[in-house]
């Protein structure tokens, strides 16, 4: 009877202290999410910094047909393998676009998922009331 509780006992402060790991460890863990913005905002982010690294996810095909002038392409399909070779500072601010944002979107959580902490997704090209260059 002795040897049943303070086997109870050790398993219970087992589970607290695990609760408590887990806790402190969730609480710690910086959470990045995919973060929208519209056409006009990234127009403003664009005139202010010269720095700003935009990304045109659409293929080279549809990049060569127009595209947001200082935008570098690099197609959705291949982001995760060529990123890293071209920007190693994950901490760069980077502006995806692409035609309708769909992909766009995926590239961003790509982009996330290897660690580049600065990343904003402007949708599609298609919302893009600016001028673009061929």
């Not at 659409?58 to 047909?65: D, G, P």
Request: glycine share 6%.
């Amino acid at each position: 009877m002795v040897k049943n509780r303070k086997m109870i006992i050790i398993v219970l402060a087992f589970i607290l202290i695990i609760g408590i790991a887990v806790s402190v460890f969730n609480n710690n863990r910086s959470v990045v999410k995919n973060v929208k913005i519209s056409a006009e905002e990234a127009k403003e982010i664009i005139d202010q910094d010269s720095d700003i690294i935009i990304i045109d996810v659409r293929s080279e095909e549809e990049y060569q047909t127009g595209h947001i002038e200082g935008a570098v392409c690099i197609p959705n399909e291949v982001i995760s393998d060529q990123i890293e070779r071209l920007l190693s500072d994950k901490e760069q601010e980077i502006l995806v676009y692409c035609r309708s944002g769909r992909r766009s979107s995926q590239a961003v959580d790509k982009l996330l998922d290897l660690g580049y902490t600065n990343v904003k997704d402007f949708g599609g090209i298609i919302d893009w009331p600016y001028k673009i260059t061929k």
